[in-house]
């Protein structure tokens, strides 16, 4: 590329890292540079930029973070491998194996898709964590390589922002809030909302805007009144001040369904001491000028988060009536928590050998309990142990037990020892006996009530853990305990899933049978049996594993090669294809509203076509067992290829108050989902409110999202696809 076209600002960027390093590294930053500008060469980003402004971009994002000169320069390599001609030996001679290697690294994560098929999704992420227990440089650079994408999603089309956005939400958000890196978290954070709910981001930016001079004064006064009173005393401080970033503040009003002036902490002041014990003193100065709320403090110090992030907070009221936040740390604190993992290379030059084995203990548990799951169970986990939000609990002897929110006695008893969650027969929470499936506080202690003579876990169990730790536990227990059991549990499971997917005299057939066990990694059909009964891997991966083989041997068989196969359309305006047909009217029951991605089958109708059903429908279970009706059931699948857009049904379980229909049709207007029907009925026995709708959707992916929504809204206890049983089809 001729460098004449390159904005100067680029030359002053790399100019200014230099000036962060010696000589020598100076020189090597600089060898990268021209580097990469050659091997990008005339290429050109979205927004019409050359190519070259990227990698050098993320370059002053990881000199920001202070890291190393060998991150910087594979920060400016790290799209030779995959968008150059560059080699991993070309870039190993000019800039060593260790560049090479973060390079490559980088590169292996590079297509991360979130809603990409499960077993895909399974091993992009399995190879992140690979990469990070490697080297956790990795995921730096590739955090600092997503947060420049992200400030630049403008360009992008309108589908690509939302799904670019939702992976960055779910996946390198709450990564960088495992390694520690709040900054970087809140920006990602921030930068996919105004994609993924614009108007949600809107009114709170909006709001934040008007009050910003107003808020602004506030702080400062607050600044001032506390630095005096800390020179009176003779503490030595500095101070930060700061509003809320705009995902907090979403959160809290969608989530928990609070008003602007019920949040506590749109404000905050940051008091930063040399010691320790400053800490406490300071607190109680700041208790001693104004007001504190109650309830409102919390000690991160005495119980750091999994995460390393220590300080106290407490929320007190100002003067003027305004409440604010107040976090006190010590500098070491202050930097851990601004940059996280980074910190360690920003001011303690890298990570030493008993803080590099801290760091990398939680990728390695988490690879070592994920290492026999299903793609289905992995992916779910994953969010689960390493995204949610976090609950401290204690033991009798007050040790800490973090575990992700929603956890219950079983998880914690499992997360003690194998032993005590299998010999687990009850819980006591402060003292008195609770159910086992008790949602954990934080701050509770926790008693395991445990037997020598009790049998083991219960398979239930499975269905209430939330940690895939006890999961695994569990299934393990199971696999090693129950053998003939799980054969037969299993058999007869794949075998009922089979026949009702008209799949069963194709996995009588040797070739295809071998086939599935050589793809899922069993030596006989019997280890298959076991695993699906110990819950080792689900019925339907296997069910879809011997609907692709079928349909491989039928293509063999005809002689037709699998790169000349036309797929058969969809019949109408459907979406849906129909085995051997090409022209019949075909419907949607209404028993169990099926979408794209759920699981389907179709029904001969006397005189009304093909009714299609989900395959879990309690009308196909019920219909496969009665005597002549087996040959009117027909294969039937979606295509993926079609856009269309279709109805199905929720139940909606809530607390009963006052608004909370509001606040439900309010999610579903910011999600842009129609709502076609909606009704209420109160359950007094209960108390609570069950809620039918009928929303417009386009496949399961935007209606899973939805429900999670909903789930989040203050006083909804469940949400789920709503199926009835209505009778025989005619």
């Known amino acids: 590329m001729d460098i004449s076209q390159l904005d100067q600002s680029m030359f002053e960027k790399i100019e200014k890292i230099k000036s962060h390093h010696g000589a020598e590294d100076a020189q090597r930053i600089e060898k990268a540079f021209r580097y990469a500008l050659e091997a990008h060469g005339d290429q050109r980003r979205r927004s019409g930029e050359p190519y070259i402004i990227h990698p050098v971009e993320t370059a002053v994002i990881l000199d920001e973070l202070g890291l190393d000169v060998e991150s910087i320069i594979a920060g400016l390599l790290h799209d030779c491998l995959e968008d150059t001609p560059s080699t991993f030996q070309a870039l190993e001679k000019e800039f060593g194996e260790s560049v090479a290697n973060l390079v490559e690294g980088v590169t292996k994560l590079g297509k991360i898709v979130y809603s990409s098929k499960e077993e895909e999704q399974m091993e992009d992420l399995r190879k992140m964590f690979i990469a990070m227990a490697k080297d956790i440089r990795v995921i730096i650079i590739k955090l600092a390589d997503r947060l420049h994408n992200a400030r630049t999603f403008q360009y992008l089309p309108k589908r690509k922002q939302q799904e670019k956005s939702l992976e960055t939400m779910e996946i390198y958000a709450p990564l960088a809030h495992r390694l520690g890196m709040q900054a970087v978290k809140w920006e990602l954070e921030d930068l996919s909302l105004q994609y993924l709910d614009p108007v949600g981001y809107a009114e709170i930016t909006d709001y934040l805007n008007e009050r910003h001079v107003a808020y602004s004064k506030f702080l400062e006064s607050v600044q001032d009144t506390i630095m005096q009173r800390m020179q009176q005393v003779g503490i030595e401080c500095r101070m930060k001040a700061r509003l809320k970033h705009v995902y907090s503040l979403y959160r809290k009003m969608y989530g928990q369904n609070l008003t602007f002036s019920e949040i506590y902490d749109i404000c905050a002041v940051r008091v930063i001491v040399k010691d320790l014990g400053d800490c406490y003193n300071v607190l109680g100065l700041i208790h001693d000028i104004y007001r504190p709320v109650p309830r409102r403090f919390k000690d991160y110090i005495s119980t750091p988060k999994p995460n390393g992030y220590q300080s106290l907070h407490t929320v007190v009221i100002g003067r003027e009536g305004i409440p604010f936040e107040v976090q006190i740390r010590t500098e070491d604190m202050d930097q851990s928590a601004e940059y996280g993992i980074a910190a360690h290379w920003k001011y303690k030059d890298g990570l030493s050998g008993k803080q590099k084995e801290e760091a990398f203990a939680w990728v390695r548990q988490l690879l ?17 142990d390493l995204f949610a939000d976090e609950v401290f609990v204690f033991t009798p002897k007050g040790n800490v037990i973090n575990l992700p929110q929603g956890a219950n006695p079983i998880d914690f008893a499992y997360a003690i020892h194998s032993a005590v969650g299998n010999r687990m027969t009850g819980a006591k929470v402060n003292g008195r006996i609770v159910p086992i499936d008790y949602t954990l506080k934080s701050g509770e202690i926790v008693e395991i009530i445990t037997s020598k003579t009790t049998n083991g876990p219960k398979r239930d169990w499975l269905k209430m853990v939330k940690t895939a730790e006890a999961r695994n536990k569990i299934k393990q227990w199971f696999k090693k305990e129950c053998r003939e059991e799980n054969i037969e549990r299993g058999k007869g499971d794949l075998e009922r899933e089979l026949r009702t997917a008209l799949l069963f005299d194709d996995f009588q057939n040797e070739e295809i049978c071998g086939a599935v066990l050589k793809r899922l990694n069993f030596p006989n059909v019997e280890e298959l049996y076991a695993s699906i009964g110990y819950g080792g891997v689900t019925v339907s991966r296997v069910v879809i594993k011997v609907k692709e083989e079928a349909a491989r041997l039928n293509r063999e068989r005809n002689g037709t090669p699998k790169q000349a196969v036309q797929k058969p359309k969809a019949i109408g305006d459907t979406g849906v294809i129909v085995e051997g047909l090409d022209n019949c009217l075909v419907k949607f029951a209404k028993c169990c509203t099926p979408i794209p991605g759920d699981s389907i089958i179709g029904f001969i109708t006397r005189g009304y076509g093909i009714s299609v059903h ?28 079609e856009k269309h857009q279709y109805q199905t049904s929720l139940r909606i379980y809530t607390q009963t108050r006052v608004g909370i229909l509001a606040d439900i049709i309010t999610v579903f207007s910011n999600a842009k989902v129609n709502v076609n029907e909606l009704s209420a009925r109160d359950d007094v026995a209960t108390g609570q409110t069950v809620l039918y709708t009928t929303v417009t959707v386009n496949g399961r992916n935007q209606l899973e999202f939805l429900m999670n929504r909903v789930r989040k809204c203050s006083g909804v206890v469940d949400v789920k696809r709503n199926i009835t049983e209505t009778g025989t089809e005619k």
Do not use: H, L, M
Not at 370 to 379: P, R, T, V, Y
């Open 368 to 384: 070592e309990s994920q290492q026999n799951s299903d793609a289905e169970d992995f992916i779910k986990n994953i969010k689960v």
């Open 614 to 641: 989900r395959t879990d429908c309690p009308n196909v279970i019920s219909g496969r067992k009665k005597e002549g009706e087996d040959g009117r059931w027909i294969r039937t699948e979606w295509d993926y290829n």
